[in-house]
């Protein structure tokens, strides 16, 4: 058994070289109020301290990174489960939920307005995917029927976001009219960055009254769910 007065001479020169209390505890197994006492009035050298600091920040920053890993294992997880859950979509079950998401992203005819084509726009791939396959699969709408609109604002990369598209929608660049949304001088927009590609409207030709069904299938399923 190492006597204490060696012991404390240890724990204080272990200090000085810049060791953490953990570190000190455990090549001397004391008390952490032992440790604590002894080292009440011993600095540590700026050099020290700084390493001190960044073992710290660099064990902060592994924490972190082992935390964003269990949470993208965790959301993996929870969304292949999810995922699996969904099994067979019948024709009623598209037909739904097609005029569920047109209700909440589609344009609507005003009361006062002339007749408004069925036009739907959004920045998610999958859910314009999900409306060309609703158009063809419900209506027996084809390509050829359709009009593509990019809005984007001009400080983006467009030709970056045209073959995103193109290529998304499996349809060739020229075949989408741009339209680009001007830059306010400040702004707190978050859509910015390498995944930003801009907002994409379908627009299909002649659909007035395609556009007025969907209204009235809107209109039913209220009535229905309300009663």
Known sequence: MIPKPEEKEKVIKLRKRGF?????????????????????????????????????????????????????????????????????ISQRDLWLMGIALYWAEGSKEKKCGRGAVT????????????????????????????????????????????????????????EIKTYFKKNKIKTLRKNTGEDYHGLIRIRVRRSSNLNRRIDGWIDGICKTTTK
């Open 20 to 88: 953490s209390y953990s570190e000190i505890l455990k090549k001397v197994p004391i008390a952490r109020s032992t440790l604590s006492l002894w080292l009440k009035s011993v600095g540590l050298a700026k050099a020290q301290f700084q390493r001190n600091t960044q073992r710290r920040i660099e064990g902060g920053l592994r924490g972190a990174a082992a935390r964003k890993r269990n949470r993208i294992a965790t959301t993996k997880e929870i969304k292949d489960r999810a995922k699996a859950e969904i099994t067979n």
């Open 119 to 174: 036009k739907f726009s959004n920045s998610d791939p999958r859910m314009i995917l999900f409306f060309l396959k609703w158009l063809e699969k419900v209506f027996s709408i084809k390509k050829s029927e359709l009009v593509y609109e990019l809005y984007i604002h001009e400080t983006a990369n467009i030709e970056k976001s045209r073959i995103y598209w193109s290529k998304t929608l499996s349809i060739s660049k020229r």
